[in-house]
């Protein structure tokens, strides 16, 4: 079954300081992984989005990498900011006969205080 | 950006009445678009796939008959919650897929939501 795995729960943070949020996923096969910001009552919005062959990709503040050969990845997020609270959500493509499909993590709630 | 917008943001509604939300692409024509639900710190589940000019493809277990999809047109899909009942009560989310993004990159763009009470 395809599973997306999002730690930690939540997360409380100091602004201006750096932290970490993880996902592992057993899905298959493959396509792509993306991480996307959801606000509190808004629509996910996309952060980073990588393929099979791409370890890292970075932007702005957001790094996100992949190791597809343990099927794990990361988004690192640094400076941290008041408006970065929100949930983060890891997100797997995979591919199926009727065209790629999504698999969502239920997310990593982040708080940013001053 | 593609950008992607719901009508309305929220909703309140008796129970036994019907509710209809719009998805609309806003700078983009949309072959597909997706339609989710999302409860209360939970993840977005997938109800079903609405292809322009055919009829939507849904996940198991969703009710097509009580989820109805319309998707008439590249820039507009509805879905229409009938006889709502309060365990219907959700967040509702559509997204859009972009046909001239790279097929690798596959990426859905997320409307901003409608938030659905059912009294």
């Known amino acids: 079954k395809n599973q997306v795995e999002q730690s930690p729960q939540s997360l409380i943070i100091l602004e201006g300081k750096n932290c970490t949020l993880q996902?592992?996923?057993?899905?298959?096969?493959?396509?792509?992984l993306r991480w996307y910001k959801q606000d509190t009552g808004r629509g996910p919005v996309s952060l980073t989005i990588?393929?099979?062959?791409?370890n890292t990709k970075s932007n702005g503040r957001y790094t996100a990498t992949l190791d597809a050969d343990t099927k794990q990845s990361s988004l690192h997020i640094t400076a941290s900011q008041l408006s970065d609270s929100a949930s983060y959500i890891c997100v797997v493509g995979f591919f199926t006969g009727g065209g790629n499909k999504l698999t969502f993590g239920t997310g990593t709630q982040l708080k940013v205080e001053l | 950006g593609a950008v992607v917008s719901q009508h309305p943001s929220w909703v309140i509604c008796k129970s036994g009445t019907s509710v209809k939300i719009e998805c609309r692409s806003l700078d983009f024509q949309a072959t597909t678009m997706f339609w989710y639900r999302q409860f209360p710190k939970q993840s977005l589940m997938l109800m079903a796939t609405s292809n322009e000019g055919s009829k939507a493809t849904y996940e198991q277990g969703v009710e097509k008959d009580k989820f109805l999809i319309n998707h008439a047109s590249l820039t507009l899909s509805t879905l229409t919650v009938t006889s709502a009942h309060p365990e219907d009560s959700s967040f509702y989310i559509c997204?859009?897929?972009?046909?001239?993004?790279?097929?690798?990159?596959?990426?859905?763009?997320f409307g901003p939501g409608t938030r659905l009470t059912v009294l």
């Open positions: 996902c592992n996923y057993t899905v298959s096969p493959f396509s792509n």
């Open positions: 990588m393929t099979f062959s791409e």
């Open positions: 997204s859009a897929r972009d046909p001239l993004d790279p097929a690798s990159t596959d990426t859905q763009y």
